[in-house]
């Protein structure tokens, strides 16, 4: 995934099925500029991890 489609994902109204390490995630920000995004797996919201949105897919 590129840093505008994550940042048009985190901003939605609308849930998005994205994964990350085969695990469903919620995109919580994006930083266009480094190409990264703070995330959480759905079912562990307070585990917050900054990934390169590289490795998000949206299924």
Same mark, same amino acid.
Request: glycine share 2%; charged share 20%.
């Given at each position: 995934?590129? *840093?505008k /489609? *994550?940042?048009e994902?985190? /901003?939605?109204? +609308?849930? *998005? &099925?994205?994964?990350? &390490?085969? /695990?469903?995630?919620? $995109?919580e #920000?994006? %930083?266009q =500029?480094?190409?990264?995004a703070?995330i #959480?797996?759905?079912?562990?919201?307070?585990?917050?991890q &900054? +990934? %390169? +949105?590289?490795?998000? $897919?949206? =299924?």
């Open positions: 995934m590129d *840093a /489609r *994550a940042q994902i985190s /901003r939605s109204q +609308v849930m *998005a &099925n994205v994964t990350c &390490n085969g /695990r469903q995630v919620y $995109i #920000h994006v %930083d =500029q480094n190409s990264t703070t #959480h797996p759905l079912d562990e919201p307070n585990n917050k &900054n +990934v %390169d +949105v590289s490795s998000l $897919i949206e =299924q």
